[in-house]
């Protein structure tokens, strides 16, 4: 499907705040000269600008040029999907502050799914047996569990928040996944989580869920320390 010239000027906009060509707290051109610089109609530029407004990458002043936020501290999620959409590769250093997120957020959204719904979350791993051991495999699996526990949590924040970092979650599993020793563990946690969830021991499961969260943030910088705890 072809983007929109809106679309595009948004993104090239983003790439230019990111490089540093852009500078926090720098206004941008006026909306005249943006649209004479993209040879697009001032509405086209608004548009553009608005987009960028609502993902926190800049700050719009009535009568002036809008002016370059400090995305770090005044961006939102979809700020954070959009800087990740614009590297090749997820920085590892990345990849922690996601799965300290996890930490926070997974055992909640696991505790209120078993509470409300617990036969639905035993059902969502009926595929558990049969995954293969490839890291795409994992990576799949484990969205397919998480997203499905949140879908399954009566707080519907906790999905609104995964689906919004569904690509970069899969590219960030898939890097994570792709060390065997890290599919083993996710192997031996899947299979303790479902034991205490059968037991009906849901206070274990949730402590289960939680230790793992912690365990894959060690696992992951030792793998950054190559291999040093």
């Not at 719009?60 to 590769?89: A, C, F």
């Not at 996710?186 to 299979?191: A, L, V």
């Not at 205490?196 to 943030?217: C, K």
């Amino acid at each position: 499907m072809k983007e929109r010239s809106s679309d595009l000027i948004a993104r090239d906009i983003t790439r230019s705040i990111l490089s540093a060509e852009l500078k926090i707290q720098e206004p941008l051109q006026s909306e005249r000269d943006l649209a004479a610089h993209y040879k697009v109609g001032r509405p086209t530029i608004r548009e553009a600008l608005l987009r960028l407004e609502q993902d926190g990458w800049i700050t719009s002043r009535k009568g002036m040029p809008s002016v370059v936020n400090d995305y770090w501290k005044q961006g939102n999620l979809m700020t954070i999907v959009t800087i990740l959409q614009h590297e090749d590769e997820i920085p590892d250093e990345f990849i922690v502050y996601m799965l300290e997120l996890r930490v926070s957020i997974t055992p909640a959204y696991f505790r209120d799914a078993l509470e409300n719904n617990k036969l639905k979350v035993i059902s969502l791993f009926a595929p558990y047996e049969d995954i293969d051991n490839t890291t795409v495999t994992y990576a799949e699996f484990d969205w397919y569990i998480q997203h499905g526990v949140a879908m399954l949590s009566p707080n519907p924040i906790y999905l609104l928040i995964l689906n919004s970092f569904k690509d970069v979650y899969i590219r960030m599993a898939e890097k994570y996944f792709s060390d065997s020793t890290h599919r083993a563990a996710s192997r031996d946690y899947y299979e303790t989580l479902l034991k205490w969830i059968l037991d009906g021991d849901l206070q274990l499961a949730e402590q289960t869920v939680h230790d793992m969260m912690e365990a894959s943030i060690r696992l992951w910088k030792q793998k950054m320390n190559g291999g040093n705890a």
